[in-house]
């Protein structure tokens, strides 16, 4: 996809390079202020807003062209640090007695979404060639196997709020 990107927008490998330590950087950035912000605004909305600037730089990286790839990749590497804050605070406060099943529950779906998204990751999305022929189009096969995989994610939370 790199390669891509730098063909669309005529970019050298050196500015390549800058764009994928964007997302290291905002991590270090905002990191920090994760948590007086979230002692100000409080563990949720703080997660709800992160969550909406997540959907919005996503947005600005796939339509906004030149700029908006480098906005949205700043919004939403910086978005991303936030949850990679709160998840943990937010699962011991919900689930302080299954901690362990939960931060497992939670890396399990963060690491299907993340292969689903992946064109290449043949070990997420096993049924993407059977789901292909059956629909004529590989781009639906691995969101119908992520589907099927939020669904199993959603089955397991129930059990662990049972637990809770």
Partial sequence: MLQQIGT???????????????????FAAASPLV????????????????LLAIAVGNA?????????????TVLFSSAMAVGNVLVPVIIRRDFGNHVPAATAF???????????RRADCKSACRLRSF??????HVGIACPTYCGTMGLAC????????RWH
């Fill in 8 to 26: 669309t927008f005529g970019y050298t490998p050196a500015t390549l390079g800058i764009l994928t330590a964007i997302p290291l950087v905002a």
């Fill in 35 to 50: 948590t007086p912000l979230a002692a100000r605004l409080g563990s949720d909305h703080t997660m709800l807003i992160a």
């Fill in 60 to 72: 600005m990286r796939t339509f906004g062209a030149a700029p908006g790839l480098w906005l949205g």
């Fill in 106 to 116: 939670s890396s399990a779906c963060i690491n299907y979404w993340f292969c689903c």
């Fill in 131 to 136: 789901l292909a022929a059956g629909f004529g």
């Fill in 154 to 161: 959603v089955r397991k939370l129930r059990q662990i709020i």
